[in-house]
């Protein structure tokens, strides 16, 4: 069983940066592939950015050149850091882990999911 906490959520103004958190417990997560999802009030949820267990990124094209996932395995951990925010990007964010290690863009392939964070940016 893994459990997933999702920290680091908050208002922030247009243009400006913010970095959440993925703390992991119960398994060492290092073998799996992690995802970041948002999900808007009202809308479907929807893939931002993965890493796989060897450390490829994926990225949704919204997001490109704006947003960097990473992970610290000895902390087991992971990141995503937002710049150059837009009111577009707000929406709750929730960290998923894939026992598969792949880092899917599909939600269906995440086996363990945390309670989300609350990212708002301001115009």
């Known amino acids: 069983q893994v459990q997933l906490v999702e920290s680091g959520g908050g208002l922030v103004q247009a243009g400006g940066s913010l970095r959440i958190s993925c703390a992991a417990s119960g398994r060492t997560v290092s073998q799996y592939g992690m995802g970041w999802f948002r999900q808007p009030p009202g809308k479907e949820r929807e893939f931002v950015a993965g890493?796989?267990?060897?450390?490829?990124?994926y990225y949704t094209d919204s997001v490109k050149g704006r947003f960097i996932i990473s992970r610290d395995n000895a902390k087991n951990t992971v990141y995503l850091q937002m710049n150059s925010l837009k009111p577009e990007d707000t929406a709750v964010y929730y960290c998923?882990?894939?026992?598969?290690?792949?880092?899917?863009?599909?939600?269906?392939?995440?086996?363990?999911w945390g309670q989300g964070t609350q990212v708002t940016v301001s115009s």
């Open positions: 890493i796989s267990w060897r450390g490829i990124t």
């Open positions: 998923a882990a894939d026992y598969e290690g792949t880092a899917r863009a599909m939600a269906v392939a995440y086996d363990y």
